[in-house]
């Protein structure tokens, strides 16, 4: 193996192995000048075409699938079936995937129609709509701000309890709001001024 360099200097985003594996793998057999082809694109975006390929491959393993270049709406439409179904990946994902197997399509110089067909733009874009319908996992952030901690105070205030109790319910708020709040951001600032 020998390293294709650009240049010495600046960032090495560029810099990939020629001879590397993936890279032939991912043409398919054409074999243009290579230092060319390689420093087209940055060693992550050959990383995420690999990816995508693999995925592609694991797709035709799974199912059983044999993957023809170019590769054809049928293949496609499974393709996208199984990602979102199946192996549960979101559909920014699966776009993701999609427009790297159009690009190695593009790169092997043969019709990538299939990727861009209006059928896989709207089973993805239907996964997107499904995603709303799904109950949220993420836990929101709770945070105390001083409208809500006005608010609490304010009726706290209001309750015939006892000092005592107010100052059991009303103290953590406003402890949670000291902590994590940045209260040079939060409280207006005093201008000072000079009398002459």
Not at 27 to 36: F, I, S, T
Not at 157 to 183: E, R
Request: aromatic fraction near 8%.
């Amino acid at each position: 193996m020998r390293l294709v360099i650009g240049s010495c200097s600046g960032s090495f985003k560029y810099l990939v192995l020629h001879g590397d594996r993936r890279i032939h793998r991912i043409l398919g057999g054409l074999n243009p000048h290579p230092d060319l082809l390689v420093a087209a694109y940055s060693s992550s975006t050959w990383q995420k075409i690999d990816t995508a390929q693999n995925i592609l491959e694991n797709f035709a393993l799974h199912t059983g699938v044999t993957i023809t270049w170019p590769v054809n709406l049928t293949t496609i439409t499974g393709f996208i079936d199984w990602a979102i179904i199946h192996k549960n990946l979101v559909p920014s994902s699966v776009r993701s995937y999609l427009s790297h197997i159009k690009l190695i399509h593009k790169l092997r110089g043969i019709d990538a129609s299939a990727c861009e067909n209006f059928l896989c733009k709207t089973q993805i874009k239907g996964a997107t709509n499904l995603q709303f319908y799904k109950p949220n996992s993420r836990v929101a952030k709770k945070i105390m701000t001083l409208p809500l901690l006005k608010v609490l105070g304010h009726s706290i205030a209001i309750c015939d309890w006892s000092d005592h109790s107010k100052c059991v319910f009303g103290l953590p708020p406003v402890w949670h709001f000291l902590a994590v709040s940045d209260l040079e951001n939060c409280c207006p600032k005093r201008k000072t001024f000079i009398m002459h």
